[in-house]
C-alpha cells in the first residue's frame, strides 16, 4: 500500500504517510492501516509485499573481497622488510637477489591468499547455516517461517525464549515481559501493554511496542509488524555498527604475542649475525641481504593464518557431525571440557515425547500396550470417560500448533515444547478435531508454564455463561491445589487416602522412567479474566477438581548409553540436569549406565536451602539434578568453575541464557529458544548428546593441529639460524644464501605447512584425559622437539657443509648439500611430527593425502633447485651426485631416529601415568 511505502522506503516523498505513532492507534486503526487483520496476511499479498519491500534484513558489514584478501597479504612487517631488502639488492645492482625477493613475497602471497580465503568462504558458509526462525499467523494458520521473510503487517507470536523479528504493535499479551536491554541499555525487562498510549509524555520504551533484537523472557504475546529490516529502531542502530572490528580469539591473541616476542628475539639475532659478520670483513650488502633471509626464516609468518584455517575448518568438520560452531573461541576451548552438563529431554531421549499411560482414581489405562483402537472404544464405558477428559483438558491447555491442517493427518506439521505436541498428538490420536476443540473451547486468557511456578493454566468459555479453567503442570503442584476429584465423570471431595493412591502411582511411573504431569479444571465466573491478566495463580488457581495423570514416555537415544562411556573414557564427566522427579531421573540415569544411587542426586528444592560453599563442597558427588529450574544451572556451572573444571552446559529456554553465558562451552539445542541460540557458541542442530562428545574430539584435534603446525614450522626456522649463526661463530664461509633460506621457507616447505592444517583426528585422541585449562601452547614436549629438531639439523648441515668444504674445497657443492639437507629434511619429519602420541609406522601415511601431494611438490621444486640450470644460478646450486644424496640421507635419517626416540620417551611417560 500507498502508506506503506512511505512508511518504509519513501519517508522523504511523501511525510504525510510517514507513521510513528503506531503506539496512539486503536488495534483497529493499526491493522486497517497496515493492511492487516487477526487472521494475518494471505500468503500470495505476504509473497507481494516481500518482492516490493525486500528481506527483512540488517545492513551487512561488506563482505571481504578476494581484492581486500590479496591486498591484505602485504600488509605484513615481514613484507615490508623483504621489500626493502628487494630496494637495497636493486640498489646494489644484485639483480638476482633482487629477484629471488621478489619472487619469495609474490609465493608467500599466493599461499596465504590461498589460505584466507578458504578460511573465510568456510566462515561464510557457517554464517549462512544461522537461519532464525519466526511464528506467524498466515490465512488463519499459525506457521514457521524464516525471520527475514517477515514482511509490513504480518502477525508475529511471540513466547518466553523468542528474538523479537521486526518492529511492531502488540495485538495480544499473556503475562508479556520483554528484555529491551539490547537497545536501551536498562536490564528491568518491560511489561507490555495492549491499551492506547498517550502521546504526550510517552517514554522512549513504547510498552505498547515491541522491537527488532529484542527478547521475550516471559509470557506469551501476538504483534503485527509495523517496521521491517533497516527501518526499525535496530536496523538504524545497525547501521551505525556496521564497521565493527572481527574478534579474535584468545588463542589468535597468544600467537600474535607470540610470533611479537619471536620478531623481537629475531631482530636480536639479527643485529648479532650482522655484528659478527662486520667483524669478519664480509660485505655489508651481503650481511644484511642475509639478516633479512634470517629474519624472514625466524619468524613463522604463515602461523595466524595456518592457525585461522585450522579453526574453519575444524568449525566445517563439527558442522558435518550436527553442530553449529556459532563462535571461534568455542572451536578451540572445546578440546579442554572435562564437565558436560547436559539436559535430559531431546539431549539424551529421542525428543520424540508421546503419551504412554493415563491414570485417573479408578483405573490405569496403558496407551502403548493397547494402542488407539482400543482408547476410542472407552467413550462408551462410563468408568472410564476421565480418560477422555484428560485427553481434552491436555489439548485445550496447550500452545503447540498444526501447520499444515488443510494437508492429510500423516502429513500435519506440530510445533510446540516436546510435551505439548505429545498431548495434542494423543488427542488427535483418538479422535479428538483440534479445530473444533479450538472452537469449541476458546481461549480467553493464559497463565503461561514457568519453572518457577510448574504449571500452566487457560481460561475458556465453552458457551455464553460457561467459563471454565483447564489446568496441567507438576503432580505435586496440581495435588496441592486441587480440592475435588473426578471419578465417573462426577467431583467428589479429594482425601488424604486419594493424594496417597495418587502420589504412590505417580512413583510407580516414575521408577519405570517416565515423565508424569497432572491435569485438572474448574468452573469459573467470567470475572475472573481481570484477574487472569495480573497471573496470579496462588489466588485464583485452586480448589480444583483433579481429573488424572498423564506419563509421557520420550526413549533414550540408541547411541547414549555407549556416548556416555566415550565421555567417560576421555576424562569428561557427564551430569544430568532434569525437571523430572528424583526417581524419573534416577530410573533414566541407571538405564544410561551412569551408576547413581540417592547420594548422587539432588533436586532444585535442596540446592536452593543451600549455600555456595555447602554446595561446592558436594558438587563433585553429584551426577543427577532433577525438579531443576533454569536459574539452578548457574549454581551449577560456577561450582564446577570454582575448582577449575572446563564446563560445557546445554539449554534450551531464555532462561538458560545465564547459565549459558557463564559457561566456559554454552551449548544451546536446535529446537531451543532464539535467545538461548543466539546466547550460545554451539548449536546443536540435532540436539544429540552424541554430537557433543563429537564436537568436543574435534576440538582437540584442531588444538593438536595447531601444535603440530607451531612445531614444524618453528623448527625449520630454527634450524637455519642455527647454521648462520654457527658458521658466523666458528669463521667458516655463511653456507646459505639469502635466496635460498627465503626458497626453503616459501616455496619447499610451504606446501606441507598448508597440508598439515587438514590433517585428520589421531586414533584413540578422546581415550586420553582432557588437557588442563591453562595448560601452554608449547608444552614441554613440544619445546623439547622444536630445541632438538632444530640443534640437531642445524649442527648436522653445518657439520657436513664443513667436511665437503674441507675435502672437496668446493664451496657451492657444499652449500647446495647443506641447502638440500634444511630442505628435504623436513620434507621427511613432517611425516614423523603428524602424530605425537604414536610411532611414523604406526600410522597410516595416506591417511592425508593432501600432506603428500605437498611433500611430492616439494622434492619436486627441491630437485628443480639442484638440477635446472636458470635455478642452479638463481639459487648458487650445483648438480649434486649419488655420494652427495646418501650425506643428505643420513642426516635426514638421523633426525628422524631422534625425534621418534624423543616421541618414544614421552609416550611411555603418559602410559606410566
Given at each position: 500500500m500507498i502508506f506503506l511505502m512511505g512508511k518504509v522506503y519513501n519517508t522523504h516523498k511523501n511525510k504525510k504517510m510517514k507513521q510513528e505513532n503506531w503506539y496512539s492507534l486503536s488495534l483497529k486503526e493499526v491493522l486497517h492501516s497496515l493492511k492487516s487483520s487477526k487472521f494475518g496476511l494471505s500468503a500470495e499479498e505476504a509473497e507481494k509485499r516481500l518482492k516490493k519491500y525486500g528481506k527483512n534484513e540488517l545492513p551487512q558489514k561488506e563482505k571481504f573481497t578476494q581484492l581486500d584478501i590479496v591486498i591484505s597479504q602485504f600488509k605484513s612487517p615481514l613484507v615490508y622488510i623483504l621489500l626493502i631488502a628487494a630496494l637495497v639488492s636493486f640498489v646494489w645492482n644484485n639483480l638476482v637477489d633482487m629477484g629471488v625477493i621478489l619472487f619469495a613475497v609474490a609465493i608467500n602471497a599466493v599461499v596465504g591468499f590461498i589460505q584466507e580465503t578458504k578460511a573465510e568462504r568456510a566462515?561464510?558458509?557457517?554464517?549462512?547455516?544461522i537461519d532464525h526462525k519466526s511464528y506467524v499467523i498466515r490465512n488463519g494458520i499459525e506457521k514457521e517461517i524464516s525471520s527475514t521473510d517477515i514482511v509490513l503487517g504480518d502477525i508475529v507470536v511471540l513466547r518466553a525464549g523468542d528474538r523479537v523479528p521486526a518492529d511492531g504493535r502488540i495485538l495480544e499479551i499473556h503475562e508479556f515481559d520483554i528484555d529491551e536491554s539490547s537497545l536501551t541499555g536498562e536490564s528491568v525487562p518491560v511489561s507490555k501493554l495492549v491499551e492506547i498510549l498517550d502521546q504526550k509524555g510517552i517514554s522512549e520504551s513504547k510498552k505498547n511496542m515491541a522491537y527488532m533484537g529484542t527478547s521475550v523472557v516471559r509470557g506469551r504475546g501476538i504483534m503485527v509488524v509495523s517496521s521491517t529490516g533497516i527501518n526499525t529502531k535496530f536496523g538504524q542502530i545497525a547501521l551505525l555498527l556496521k564497521e565493527t572490528e572481527k574478534e579474535k580469539t584468545p588463542l589468535q591473541?597468544?600467537?600474535a604475542e607470540f610470533s611479537r616476542m619471536f620478531g623481537t628475539l629475531t631482530l636480536v639475532m639479527v643485529v648479532f649475525i650482522t655484528v659478527i659478520g662486520l667483524i669478519r670483513g664480509i660485505e655489508l650488502k651481503d650481511i644484511f641481504v642475509t639478516s633479512v633471509a634470517i629474519a624472514v626464516a625466524a619468524i613463522p609468518e604463515g602461523l595466524l593464518v595456518a592457525v585461522t584455517v585450522i579453526l574453519a575448518i575444524g568449525m566445517q568438520r563439527i558442522l558435518k557431525k550436527g553442530s553449529l560452531v556459532r563462535k571461534l573461541v568455542a572451536a578451540e576451548t572445546l578440546g579442554s571440557t572435562t564437565v558436560i552438563c547436559t539436559d535430559k529431554t531431546?539431549?539424551?531421549?529421542?525428543?520424540?515425547?508421546?503419551?504412554?499411560?493415563i491414570i485417573t482414581m479408578v483405573s490405569e489405562f496403558s496407551l502403548a500396550k493397547e494402542g488407539n483402537k482400543r482408547i476410542k472404544v472407552i467413550e462408551e464405558e462410563k468408568h472410564k470417560l476421565d480418560h477422555m477428559v484428560a485427553i481434552k483438558i491436555g489439548m485445550i491447555c496447550n500452545n503447540a500448533?498444526?501447520?499444515?491442517?488443510?494437508?492429510?493427518?500423516?502429513?500435519w506439521i506440530i510445533h510446540g515444547d516436546y510435551t505439548e505436541r505429545a498431548l495434542l498428538q494423543s488427542g488427535i490420536n483418538v479422535?479428538?478435531?483440534?479445530?473444533k476443540i479450538k472452537k469449541d473451547f476458546v481461549k480467553i486468557e493464559e497463565i503461561p508454564f514457568s519453572s518457577e511456578r510448574k504449571l500452566m493454566a487457560t481460561l475458556n468459555q465453552e458457551s455464553s455463561n460457561d467459563y471454565k479453567m483447564y489446568v496441567k503442570g507438576a503432580p505435586e503442584e496440581i495435588i496441592n491445589r486441587s480440592k475435588y476429584v473426578l471419578i465417573e465423570g462426577e467431583k467428589r471431595q479429594i482425601t488424604e487416602d486419594d493424594i496417597k493412591l495418587l502420589k504412590k502411582k505417580q512413583n510407580d511411573l516414575s521408577r519405570k522412567g517416565l515423565r508424569i504431569i497432572s491435569v485438572a479444571f474448574r468452573s469459573v465466573r467470567n470475572d475472573i479474566s481481570a484477574r487472569f491478566k495480573e497471573g496470579n495463580e496462588d489466588e485464583i488457581i485452586n480448589e480444583l477438581v483433579f481429573v488424572g495423570l498423564i506419563a509421557l514416555k520420550d526413549p533414550?537415544?540408541?547411541?547414549?548409553?555407549?556416548?556416555?562411556?566415550?565421555?567417560k573414557e576421555a576424562g569428561i564427566r557427564t551430569i544430568m540436569i532434569t525437571g523430572d522427579n528424583r526417581l524419573t531421573a534416577k530410573t533414566i540415569a541407571n538405564e544410561l549406565g551412569m551408576k547413581v544411587d540417592n547420594n548422587n542426586i539432588l533436586d532444585g528444592e535442596k540446592l536452593d536451602q543451600m549455600s555456595t560453599k555447602e554446595f561446592n563442597n558436594i558438587v563433585s558427588k553429584i551426577k543427577i539434578y532433577a525438579r531443576v529450574s533454569p536459574h539452578h544451572k548457574s549454581r551449577i556451572v560456577d561450582a564446577w568453575q570454582s575448582k577449575g573444571e572446563v564446563v560445557a552446559m546445554t539449554g534450551d529456554g531464555v532462561n538458560d541464557a545465564p547459565a549459558l553465558k557463564s559457561a566456559d562451552i554454552g551449548v544451546a539445542l536446535g529446537s531451543g529458544t532464539e535467545v538461548a541460540k543466539e546466547t550460545a557458541d554451539i548449536v546443536l542442530l540435532d540436539n544429540n548428546f552424541k554430537t557433543i562428545i563429537t564436537a568436543v574430539e574435534q576440538g582437540r584435534v584442531i588444538y593438536e593441529n595447531i601444535r603440530k603446525v607451531i612445531l614444524?614450522?618453528?623448527?625449520?626456522?630454527f634450524s637455519e639460524v642455527i647454521v648462520i649463526a654457527g658458521s658466523l661463530i666458528i669463521g667458516l664461509p655463511i653456507p646459505l644464501a639469502a635466496a635460498q633460506i627465503l626458497w626453503i621457507n616459501l616455496v619447499t616447505d610451504g606446501f606441507p605447512d598448508v597440508a598439515l592444517t587438514l590433517e585428520p583426528k589421531e586414533p584413540n585422541i578422546m581415550k586420553e584425559p582432557p588437557r588442563k585449562k591453562n595448560e601452554p601452547l608449547l608444552n614441554f614436549e613440544i619445546k623439547t622437539l622444536i630445541i632438538a629438531i632444530s640443534v640437531v639439523s642445524g649442527v648436522l648441515s653445518l657439520a657436513v657443509f664443513w667436511y665437503v668444504l674441507d675435502v672437496t674445497g668446493e664451496f657451492q657443492r657444499a652449500s647446495t648439500i647443506a641447502f638440500s639437507i634444511l630442505a628435504i629434511d623436513s620434507l621427511i619429519y613432517v611425516f614423523s611430527i603428524r602424530s605425537l602420541r604414536h610411532s611414523i609406522f604406526a600410522?597410516?601415511?595416506?591417511?592425508n593425502k593432501y600432506l603428500i601431494v605437498a611433500v611430492l611438490l616439494g622434492f619436486s621444486f627441491q630437485l628443480a633447485a639442484i638440477y635446472h640450470p636458470f635455478l642452479q644460478k638463481v639459487l648458487q646450486t650445483v648438480s649434486l651426485d649419488l655420494y652427495d644424496w646418501s650425506l643428505i640421507a643420513f642426516v635426514c635419517a638421523v633426525e628422524l631416529v631422534l625425534i621418534e626416540g624423543i616421541k618414544y620417551l614421552f609416550i611411555l611417560k603418559k602410559v606410566d601415568k
Open positions: 566462515l561464510e558458509k557457517l554464517k549462512q547455516m591473541i597468544k600467537l531431546g539431549t539424551l531421549t529421542e525428543g520424540k515425547m508421546q503419551v504412554d499411560h500448533v498444526i501447520e499444515n491442517p488443510n494437508d492429510e493427518l500423516e502429513k479422535g479428538f478435531n483440534p479445530e533414550l537415544r540408541k547411541e547414549a548409553k555407549d556416548t556416555i562411556k566415550l565421555a614444524y614450522l618453528v623448527s625449520d626456522s600410522k597410516n601415511i595416506f591417511s
